[in-house]
């Protein structure tokens, strides 16, 4: 009788101790992966403890917050427009290009967020608007960039994998700080899920502030419309101007391109309407 009753003690203070220590495990930290990237991870929401701060996703170089934008004629001089435009010499002299500028004035956010937004050298940047590790989405490959990179050449031509990059459908684009281009169509990178604007320049499975991302199309190796829609992202205007003054330098862009921004969506732009106003713009930190 009395083994029986020790032993039946026994059993109880063990029920009793592991009862104590089961809610403990339930409110210890779920891990991520085993490299503990949870415990590099700053909260950046108190609303959402997956989200992380934006200094994990700034690999830049000296980016300064962006105060303020605005439109200066003078940064447009007559010969810079006639040599990228048709516009007939004359049609946009002083007066006519600040006419010109002050038509899309509705392009300038009336508030910037200065933590999502920097100014490196002649880019915009922005993070996204809310911040995750989604190394569990199906699309999030991890060699993405280096599949979806085009390689800019003297022929004014982009090329993908060794091949001049060609669709029929619309993709998706993102721009890096360095200029790097990702490019991904469906029909020439088959995934097992969505692929998303943040994929692309990720670290530790985060996306990376850009210079722009949206959505695309090239046919025959050069750009035919482009725009900065994206729920991820959401760049201001701007930002695809500027994207579209350096992707014309590398002469990838079609004449005849459409380009729509999130203000101008319903009537766009022409080429030449969107350089003037880029090479117009003038950052303030």
Same mark, same amino acid.
């Given at each position: 009788?009395?083994?029986?009753? $020790?032993?039946?003690?026994?059993?109880?203070?063990? !029920?009793?101790? #592991?009862?104590? /220590?089961? &809610?403990?495990?339930?409110?210890?930290p779920n891990p991520v992966d085993e490299d503990g990237l949870d415990a590099q991870l700053k909260v950046y929401s108190s609303e959402n403890g997956n989200n992380v701060g934006t200094s994990q996703v700034t690999e830049l170089l000296e980016p300064q917050p962006l105060i303020s934008i605005k439109f200066n004629?003078?940064?447009?001089?007559?010969?810079?427009?006639?040599?990228?435009?048709?516009?007939?010499?004359?049609? $946009?002299?002083?007066?006519?290009?600040?006419?010109? !500028?002050?038509? #899309?004035?509705? /392009?300038? &956010?009336?508030?910037?967020?200065s933590t999502r937004f920097k100014i490196l050298e002649q880019f915009i940047l922005s993070t996204q608007i809310s911040l995750y590790d989604e190394r569990a989405w199906p699309g999030n490959l991890l060699d993405l960039k280096k599949r979806t990179s085009v390689e800019f050449k003297d022929?004014?031509?982009?090329?993908?994998?060794?091949?001049?990059?060609?669709?029929?459908?619309?993709?998706?684009?993102?721009?890096?700080?360095?200029?790097?281009?990702?490019?991904?169509?469906?029909?020439?990178?088959?995934?097992?899920?969505?692929?998303?604007?943040?994929?692309?320049?990720?670290?530790?499975?985060?996306?990376?502030?850009?210079?722009?991302?949206?959505?695309?199309?090239?046919?025959?190796?050069?750009?035919?419309?482009?725009n900065n829609d994206s729920g991820r992202y959401q760049p201001i205007d701007p930002q695809l101007l500027l994207s579209v003054k350096y992707l014309h330098s590398k002469s990838v862009l079609d004449p005849e391109i459409t380009i729509s921004t999130v203000q101008e969506k319903t009537r766009g732009f022409s080429l030449e309407e969107a350089l003037v106003i880029a090479y117009s713009i003038e950052l303030n930190s």
């Open positions: 009788m009395f083994y029986r009753n $020790l032993i039946r003690r026994r059993l109880l203070s063990v !029920l009793i101790i #592991f009862n104590l /220590l089961v &809610p403990f495990s339930y409110a210890t004629p003078d940064k447009v001089d007559q010969q810079q427009i006639l040599s990228i435009s048709t516009f007939k010499e004359g049609t $946009l002299a002083s007066d006519g290009i600040k006419e010109f !500028l002050d038509s #899309f004035h509705e /392009l300038i &956010p009336n508030e910037l967020d022929n004014g031509v982009l090329y993908q994998n060794g091949q001049i990059l060609d669709s029929d459908g619309e993709g998706i684009w993102a721009l890096n700080p360095k200029g790097k281009l990702c490019i991904y169509f469906s029909d020439k990178q088959p995934s097992n899920g969505t692929v998303h604007h943040s994929f692309f320049f990720k670290k530790d499975w985060i996306g990376q502030a850009v210079a722009c991302v949206g959505h695309i199309k090239v046919c025959k190796g050069k750009i035919t419309s482009i």
